[in-house]
């Protein structure tokens, strides 16, 4: 079984390449990444995103998210906490190429993400109190996109991640994205 996934390994490096990124002007950009977390506490969310290369190497485009958490936890001393949390954004990007056409290539981006929380929260089995909030995320960082085909690339995307909320409340972090892209090649006249 090893030796045949090591093959496998072998001919997709092989193959992929052999092919070429499509990113020159008039192509489109389509894909997103999704987030799981199954543990006792568990959330997932979905980030599809689609664009445009407006030059060669130079996409502009945007995106919507929705996530859903749900938190469970008693504490030492027998308080109960529940809390369900929905959010769903709006994220126009840009993206930048570096490099020459080859299999392999890098790429910046920057995005801001404005999104709208909705919280259902519980201790000790009280009446929800329900929380609705607006926040901004500033989002920048650099990737590296794989092409696996002429048209499909894997990509991870590490940023720097910082959200302002409406209150007087700023978080920052490092975040890492992988997800997959579609490139079509812009028409041929």
């Not at 926040?135 to 720097?160: D, K, N, P, W």
Request: charged letters at 15%; proline letters at 2%.
């Amino acid at each position: 079984m090893r030796k045949t996934t090591l093959l496998f390994l072998f001919c997709l490096l092989v193959f992929s390449s052999t092919t070429w990124a499509q990113t020159e002007k008039g192509s489109k950009l389509l894909g997103g990444s999704a987030n799981f977390n199954f543990e006792k506490n568990y959330s997932f969310g979905i980030s599809p995103q689609m664009g445009y290369f407006i030059t060669t190497n130079f996409a502009l485009g945007t995106g919507v998210s929705i996530s859903y958490s749900k938190f469970n936890n008693d504490d030492t001393v027998g308080n109960s906490y529940r809390s369900n949390t929905t959010v769903a954004g709006f994220s126009p990007f840009i993206r930048y190429y570096f490099g020459k056409a080859t299999s392999t290539r890098l790429f910046t981006q920057g995005a801001v993400v404005f999104q709208r929380l909705w919280q259902n929260t519980r201790i000790n089995g009280s009446e929800p109190q329900i929380n609705v909030d607006n926040f901004s995320t500033y989002r920048a960082g650099v990737g590296v996109v794989h092409f696996i085909t002429q048209q499909i690339g894997l990509e991870a995307l590490v940023a720097y991640s910082s959200s302002k909320y409406s209150v007087e409340n700023r978080t920052g972090r490092v975040v890492l994205n992988v997800g997959l892209q579609i490139y079509l090649p812009a028409s041929q006249q």
